[in-house]
């Protein structure tokens, strides 16, 4: 067949199968970067050869060399282990972005970006060089509009550009590979006396120069971003430096209600001495949650925002143009991302996110199902004796005093009722607006959590007969961790 009509064949046979597949369906499993990228993968390792940088100093181009081959292996290893998804319509929506930037900027910008979709939660997006861009999932569910993902985009392209990655990487293949840095390593060895502090101003000094040219790197691709919106004619809302910087606060929003109002239209018994820590002794102090509604500097995703806003607040565009994320892609990239953060074992985040949905007066039964596959899966951690990892315990600094009683909940409620909450759910009415491959899980979490065979040998062939008779949805991710025991 010639080229083109392959590809027009691949393309149709990909809409067939989207029309006849489940409608509520997210993505396939083949979506899943492991899959997807498989020959990407091999072609990367190829492609990417190391240039001379260092030609009359050996150490320090195989240092260069080192650095540069580990970016490789740390994008291959990523595609492996699925940190990254192709979904079709999140990620042609992130490239129609990229496209429009590229389109209206030759010079700076080469139309063959390798643009990746990264699973995690958060609002984050990074560039690794060679025209390698890579948005979060969390980014796109923390934007408020298509130009903040614009500007996220712009800013990583024009890293790309500046080589900030590369330089980055020859600067310190340069100075681990120099001789002020041997001699100084020398002289602290053979020194008798305050070897540790001697050793900590070296590496001082080397970070502190490292972290102010970091800086000026930001303000260089914050400039050239403008730039790159300008010509794009896409408004630049400096604005958006200042909702970043409340970027780490998901966990520290307070819920609508009381913890109880979210469970009892599930007819789940909720005790409130269930979410009140129980004392161990001296140890637990009286913690004030008002003191710390700030996260730290230091801690935080994006430390240098209100800066970032200071120096660009002139340059916002005269109109501010605010074009809203379509709704389908938001809540896909919503979706996606508590799915990932389900099959990372981290149930406190999945059903905070499942409230603050509720919060928003979503009805939609997907997240009634997350909740409960969140339940068994607590459920079936307790039966392993490892409660305490499924429920993911976060520091109190970090969360609300809402989402610190959900965790405490979690961590306390008794199994009894933990396994009631399993058996009332497995019947409650939202399944019935649920797909096959929904209720596919129910049964397999059923066997995984309640069945009192409890042997390796009934799990795997639960996890099997989901993965046969579900063979292409995204749930089998989850059956995988159970059929290749
Ligand atoms: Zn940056």
Redesign the pocket.
Known sequence: MPLLKVLLFCALSGLMATAYGQTQSLYNYQDLSHLYYQKQKDSLKKTWVCPVVFKDDKAAQKQYKEFWDSRTESIISSINGDDYIHDREVYSYIAGIVQQIAAANPQYVPANQLLLIDRSSAANAYSLGDNVLIVNLGMITFARCREDLALTIA??LS?NYLQHFETAIQEKAAWLTSEEYRQSMNSVLSSRYDRLTRLQKILEGYTFSRSRHQRY??SD?DSLAIILLKKSSISFNADFFLHLDSSDNEYLQHLRQPLAAYFTPYQLTFEDSWATKRSHGLSTRAYNFSETSTIEDSLKTHPDCPERYARTRDRSSAHQQMTPIPASVGEKANKMLIWELFTSSKVTPVIYRILLEKDKGNKDPWYDFMLSNCFYSLYYADRQLNRFGAVGIVQKEFISRDCYALQTFLEQVPRDNLRQYCETLSKADFWNGLSTPEQGMKDLLYTLALDPDDSDHNKTRAAHTFATGNAGSMYCEFADNFEKK
């Open positions: 800013h990583e890293h790197h930001e691709a």
